[in-house]
């Protein structure tokens, strides 16, 4: 299932490029993916067996009035081809594409108490010079990892936080 989330993730994507569309689509996407996750009732009525095909784009074209025909004639052959369960695994794959063509770098701070921006923002420009990416900076206050920070950068984490040194320690003595 993955590997046909990935395909259909792509061929949304480009399509949406060819026809000068990537933030429209995506923006849409995510509003219906956000809906959807966020509705029981959207949720069984696309996702289900119950439903005509029929029904459900009539559905569909009321949900998303207004939006880009690239999407609704995707979204459309979702339904026909009933992959509409797919859709969140998609719309990830959709924005990974995108912050690769935006040369988007997402990272995540997180600290024990709230950081001064000039710091965080410091720490993203730094980050985006050494990686040659333009840095999509969030910042989150987690208390348990009691002092230090965690920086996620893509897929890679580095975790200086008195939590992990704290586990690191209590692992060697236990080995001693």
Do not use: C
Not at 66 to 94: D, K, S, T, V
């Amino acid at each position: 299932m993955e590997e046909i989330a990935q395909v259909y993730g792509r061929s949304l994507f480009e399509v949406a490029r060819e026809h000068d569309k990537l933030d429209e689509v995506r923006g849409q996407l995510g509003e219906l993916a956000e809906a959807i996750d966020q509705s029981r009732e959207l949720a069984l009525f696309f996702f289900s067996p119950y439903f005509s095909t029929e029904e459900k784009k009539d559905g569909l074209h009321r949900a998303v009035e207004g939006a880009e025909e690239i999407l609704i004639n995707f979204l459309e052959l979702l339904l026909e081809n009933h992959r509409m369960p797919l859709l969140f695994r998609i719309r990830q794959r959709y924005d990974e594409l995108w912050e690769q063509e935006h040369r988007l770098l997402p990272v995540q701070v997180t600290s024990a108490i709230e950081l001064d921006e000039q710091i965080v923002s410091d720490l993203g420009a730094r980050i985006g010079e050494r990686t040659g990416r333009r840095v999509e900076l969030t910042q989150r206050v987690e208390p348990d990892i009691l002092g230090g920070i965690v920086v996620q950068v893509g897929n890679s984490i580095l975790d200086a936080s008195i939590r992990n040194r704290l586990e690191q320690l209590r692992k060697q003595v236990a080995r001693g």
